[in-house]
């Protein structure tokens, strides 16, 4: 995997090219150029001391304990030399300091200390102990007006606007460099009250902590949910809330573990339905669990993660931009990123984090057309979904600090695309849990084939390694948002449709009282080369059998996807219905993709 933008200084942001010019007309783009990150002070608590408090050689460590047992691990950290610079007692991981370079050794020996590890192979800024807000950039005003761009109608996203834009009660998480809270288009959706600085481990909430040390967590938080107000651009989700949550450290601009748990349990802890993470956690792009520091790392942000998912957060991330296959890792270049990089051999045990931990949804990027972009990472099992990032001169339009609008490309611009729509998801129905939704990214997306000529795309045209499920489709997520809970059924296990064959596929019914409503909705997703081959009905538990549509045979269009409404009043509710397709000619085939039932 590469380093996430070409930066003067290491970075793990998961952006491939970048430009941060101000166009002068929407989806204007610029030479891809490299850029220095801004130097600005850090965000974190003055609470963690002053400036004085600090040492040279200042390491941090995530020290790892059974949550019962953290008052004793504490005391051990400063019985071995260290201090306790924060703590997440829910799931016993501890942020420590120490200058002794035998620090984790003596803790590890320690009845009651599960894991220890180093996080960085570089000294704990002094910034971390007398920090400064970052600045809050002066705005220009933009004369731009929202137009469509290829990335929204590439996912639907302009039709789904005008069916729902999501709404206010979720909050979607940026975990990035910071958010511009006083932009245009982000004001009008941005959540302070909620937004922090996680740099350095700690939560700072002070007013402007959150703001962005860069431009990148500005442009993600754009993409998510730019305000639908005439100005610039839109997001995938405009009605949602975003807040920022600011895990970067200045001027290094990297994601330390300590950072990336902070920002977890507080997403947890604050409610937000989604959050998305265009990163890996530095300064190992991958972490292997045979490193005793990089063990600690994974248990520290997957105690993280998994809180945050139980409180009912999902987490979306970037795969990653080195063109490299997650599936079958067998070095890494790019490690460690804070000091001296090593070339190393690697398995797949090693793991690329937040993006390939359990729960996470992990998405790759399509550039314009949806191809799978240059850069993108891929991975059979590893990819979940697909999503615009960009690719060559056709970027991402979004949002920049200042009141600015520009394009980058990466997953880092695919991932908040993904967020987006699992917002919409999560609006059409607020009793989701993260799982809920993690199967309605899957089940919904489009699927996309492998091309031909590239051997390194393995799996089937419902699940590869370029695009997982498929690229995502804000359309149907807000689809959701008129099925009543508890009324809606769906099948999305693929059944073959062969030439000549008649198929079916099942729905079963159940705790809907009396018959089917004479206003039954029945949605059709059928990948199928020429539609004018079939012929679909639904059929009842009593074996009543509903026309939906037989296809004039000329019809040449590929695909069906569409919502049929039912008189079914005569039939019983409960019970299994069945989508069957007939196949009545030869030389084109398909797959029922899924279907659904709205009583």
């Given at each position: 995997?590469?380093?996430?933008?070409?930066?003067?200084?290491?970075t793990?942001?998961?952006?491939?090219?970048?430009?941060t010019?101000?166009?002068?007309v929407?989806?204007?783009?610029?030479?891809?150029?490299?850029?220095?990150?801004a130097?600005?002070?850090?965000?974190?608590?003055?609470?963690?001391?002053s400036?004085?408090g600090?040492?040279?050689?200042?390491?941090?460590?995530?020290?790892?304990?059974?949550?019962?047992?953290?008052?004793?691990?504490?005391?051990a950290?400063?019985?071995?030399?260290?201090?306790?610079?924060?703590?997440?007692?829910?799931?016993?991981?501890?942020?420590a300091?120490?200058?002794?370079?035998?620090?984790?050794a003596?803790l590890?020996?320690v009845?009651?200390?599960?894991?220890?590890?180093?996080?960085?192979?570089?000294?704990?800024?002094?910034?971390a102990?007398?920090?400064?807000?970052?600045?809050?950039?002066?705005?220009?005003?933009?004369?731009?007006?929202?137009?469509?761009?290829?990335?929204?109608?590439?996912i639907?996203?302009?039709?789904?606007?005008?069916?729902?834009?999501?709404s206010?009660?979720?909050?979607?998480?940026?975990?990035d460099?910071?958010?511009?809270?006083?932009?245009?288009d982000?004001?009008?959706?941005?959540?302070?009250?909620?937004?922090?600085?996680?740099?350095?481990?700690?939560?700072?909430?002070?007013?402007?902590?959150?703001?962005?040390?860069?431009?990148h967590?500005?442009?993600?938080?754009?993409?998510?949910?730019?305000?639908?107000?005439?100005?610039?651009?839109?997001?995938?989700?405009?009605?949602?809330k975003i807040?920022?949550?600011?895990?970067?450290e200045?001027?290094?601009?990297?994601?330390?573990?300590?950072?990336?748990?902070?920002?977890?349990?507080w997403a947890?802890?604050?409610?937000?339905?989604?959050t998305?993470?265009?990163?890996?956690?530095d300064?190992?792009?991958f972490?292997?669990?045979?490193?005793?520091?990089?063990?600690a790392?994974?248990?520290?942000?997957?105690?993280?993660?998994e809180?945050?998912?139980?409180?009912?957060?999902l987490?979306?991330?970037?795969?990653?931009?080195?063109?490299?296959?997650?599936?079958n890792k067998?070095?890494?270049?790019?490690?460690?990123?804070?000091?001296?990089?090593?070339?190393?051999?690697?398995?797949?045990?090693?793991i690329?984090?937040?993006?390939?931990?359990?729960?996470?949804v992990?998405?790759?990027?399509?550039?314009?057309?949806s191809?799978?972009?240059?850069?993108?990472n891929f991975?059979?099992?590893?990819?979940?979904?697909?999503a615009?990032g960009?690719?060559?001169?056709?970027?991402?339009?979004?949002?920049l600090?200042?009141?600015?609008?520009?394009t980058?490309?990466?997953t880092?611009?695919?991932?908040?695309?993904?967020?987006?729509?699992?917002?919409l998801?999560?609006?059409?129905?607020p009793?989701?849990?993260p799982?809920?939704?993690?199967?309605?990214?899957?089940?919904?997306?489009?699927?996309?084939?492998?091309?031909?000529?590239?051997?390194?795309?393995t799996?089937?045209?419902?699940?590869?390694s370029?695009?997982?499920?498929?690229?995502?489709?804000?359309?149907?997520?807000v689809?959701?948002?008129?099925?009543?809970?508890?009324t809606?059924?769906?099948?999305?296990?693929?059944?073959?449709?062969?030439?000549?064959?008649?198929?079916?596929?099942?729905?079963t019914?159940?705790g809907?009282?009396?018959?089917a409503?004479?206003t039954?909705k029945?949605?059709?997703?059928?990948?199928?080369?020429?539609?004018?081959?079939?012929?679909?009905?639904?059929?009842?538990?009593?074996?009543?059998?509903?026309?939906?549509?037989?296809f004039?045979?000329?019809?040449?269009?590929?695909?069906?996807?569409?919502?049929?409404?039912?008189?079914?009043?005569?039939?019983?509710?409960?019970?299994?219905?069945?989508?069957?397709?007939?196949?009545?000619?030869s030389?084109?085939?398909?797959?029922?993709?899924?279907?659904?039932?709205?009583?």
């Amino acid at each position: 995997m590469l380093s996430a933008m070409a930066l003067a200084t290491p970075t793990a942001f998961a952006t491939a090219a970048t430009t941060t010019t101000t166009p002068t007309v929407p989806g204007a783009v610029s030479a891809p150029a490299a850029q220095a990150p801004a130097a600005q002070a850090p965000a974190v608590p003055a609470a963690a001391g002053s400036a004085a408090g600090w040492a040279a050689g200042t390491r941090a460590y995530l020290v790892i304990s059974a949550p019962a047992d953290i008052a004793a691990a504490k005391a051990a950290v400063a019985a071995k030399g260290g201090t306790v610079f924060s703590s997440y007692d829910q799931i016993g991981v501890i942020v420590a300091h120490s200058t002794s370079a035998g620090f984790a050794a003596a803790l590890r020996t320690v009845t009651g200390i599960q894991q220890v590890g180093a996080t960085r192979t570089s000294d704990v800024p002094a910034d971390a102990y007398s920090p400064a807000l970052p600045a809050n950039p002066a705005q220009a005003a933009t004369t731009l007006t929202e137009s469509n761009r290829w990335d929204m109608t590439q996912i639907k996203a302009d039709q789904a606007w005008s069916v729902s834009t999501g709404s206010p009660s979720v909050k979607v998480g940026v975990l990035d460099t910071g958010v511009d809270d006083q932009h245009q288009d982000l004001a009008p959706n941005f959540d302070a009250a909620d937004s922090v600085s996680c740099a350095y481990g700690k939560p700072d909430a002070r007013t402007g902590a959150w703001r962005d040390v860069d431009t990148h967590g500005t442009h993600v938080a754009g993409t998510i949910a730019a305000a639908k107000n005439g100005k610039g651009v839109i997001g995938v989700a405009p009605g949602v809330k975003i807040a920022s949550v600011r895990i970067a450290e200045p001027t290094s601009t990297l994601f330390y573990a300590e950072n990336t748990v902070c920002g977890f349990v507080w997403a947890g802890d604050h409610g937000f339905k989604v959050t998305n993470n265009s990163y890996y956690t530095d300064p190992w792009q991958f972490n292997c669990p045979n490193d005793l520091d990089q063990a600690a790392i994974i248990e520290g942000v997957k105690r993280a993660q998994e809180y945050a998912e139980g409180k009912g957060s999902l987490q979306v991330a970037a795969a990653g931009n080195a063109n490299y296959d997650l599936a079958n890792k067998t070095t890494d270049t790019e490690s460690p990123n804070d000091s001296t990089k090593v070339t190393r051999t690697i398995t797949n045990a090693c793991i690329d984090i937040p993006t390939e931990l359990p729960g996470v949804v992990t998405v790759a990027a399509t550039g314009s057309g949806s191809g799978k972009a240059s850069y993108s990472n891929f991975g059979r099992g590893v990819i979940d979904v697909a999503a615009p990032g960009g690719d060559g001169a056709t970027g991402v339009y979004s949002t920049l600090p200042g009141g600015k609008y520009g394009t980058k490309s990466g997953t880092s611009m695919a991932s908040p695309h993904v967020t987006g729509v699992a917002a919409l998801i999560a609006s059409s129905n607020p009793s989701l849990t993260p799982a809920d939704i993690r199967a309605r990214l899957a089940s919904q997306a489009n699927d996309l084939a492998c091309p031909a000529s590239d051997s390194r795309c393995t799996g089937t045209t419902a699940d590869n390694s370029f695009f997982g499920e498929g690229q995502v489709d804000a359309l149907k997520a807000v689809g959701g948002a008129t099925q009543p809970t508890g009324t809606y059924f769906e099948n999305t296990a693929d059944v073959a449709i062969p030439d000549n064959t008649t198929v079916e596929s099942p729905i079963t019914v159940t705790g809907v009282t009396g018959n089917a409503p004479a206003t039954l909705k029945v949605g059709v997703d059928i990948k199928h080369t020429y539609r004018g081959d079939l012929v679909l009905s639904l059929v009842a538990p009593d074996g009543t059998v509903y026309l939906l549509e037989d296809f004039p045979n000329s019809d040449s269009t590929d695909n069906v996807a569409k919502t049929y409404t039912v008189n079914a009043s005569a039939s019983a509710a409960n019970g299994t219905w069945k989508l069957r397709v007939k196949d009545g000619a030869s030389g084109d085939t398909g797959t029922i993709d899924a279907w659904n039932l709205t009583f």
